[in-house]
């Protein structure tokens, strides 16, 4: 199925997921993956079946809440779910696939470790190769609670290891930026060259490495500059 367009403003909330209840499906999972536009690191997807009669206030995507809100949804949505599965898909392999098929590997890959098994996907954005009924939603993480509560599990799960990749490569200024293209972080590739944890395939990283990754095409489908 084609991803829906994005046209209004959207509120988050649990419509789709109460409509496909009604429909019969038991077991539906909201999936989302971080770190798309990174520069370091693993991009990091989480699938999420919430507990129907047991609510989580609050959900809204990963991005539009502080820190603090993330933490404490987080410990919620691993409480109360009926289930939750996280995956991580590293920077080599990134280079190898391309960033648009290593999302979708790290959102099966998700999917694949729920327990209970989903009868329903509602994913945010792309469709993935799974033979379950899914539907996939532009800005789904704005729009529907169980595409939220996994942004917000992969989101707090993948700036927890760049806080301890900090630890191992501090020029880089990664607790801070968690990767991305900042100001800083370009800087620093620019003074130190890359890690072995960078994504050798994407500007400016690739500029600074002495084995660059070829540049490919593919990667154009997701904007690498500015997605979260």
Not at 74 to 84: D, G, T, V
Not at 197 to 222: C, G, K, T, W
């Amino acid at each position: 199925m084609r991803p829906e367009g994005a046209g209004a403003k959207y509120r988050c909330e649990a419509t789709l997921e109460r409509e496909l209840q009604a429909r019969g499906f038991s077991a539906v999972a909201g999936v989302d993956e971080v770190g798309r536009g990174a520069l370091f690191g693993p991009v990091v997807a989480a699938a999420v079946i919430l507990a129907p009669d047991r609510a989580i206030r609050g959900l809204n995507d990963s991005k539009l809440l502080d820190a603090g809100r993330r933490e404490v949804l987080n410990e919620r949505i691993r409480e109360r779910a009926a289930a939750w599965a996280i995956a991580a898909v590293d920077a080599a392999t990134i280079d190898h696939l391309n960033i648009y098929q290593a999302s979708r590997m790290a959102m099966r890959l998700a999917v694949s470790r729920l327990n209970p098994k989903p009868d329903f996907l509602l994913i945010d954005a792309v469709p993935i190769d799974l033979p379950v009924p899914q539907r996939s939603l532009i800005k789904g993480d704005m729009r529907c609670h169980a595409i939220a509560a996994a942004s917000i599990i992969a989101k707090v799960y993948r700036d927890a290891c760049m806080r301890a990749w900090d630890q191992v490569f501090p020029a880089y200024g990664l607790a801070s930026h968690k990767g991305y293209a900042t100001e800083e972080h370009q800087r620093a590739i620019q003074e130190f060259g890359p890690t072995p944890l960078h994504r050798l395939s994407f500007e400016p990283v690739r500029a600074r490495a002495i084995f660059p990754v070829d540049y490919n095409p593919q990667m154009d489908l997701f904007d690498t500059a500015g997605a979260a």
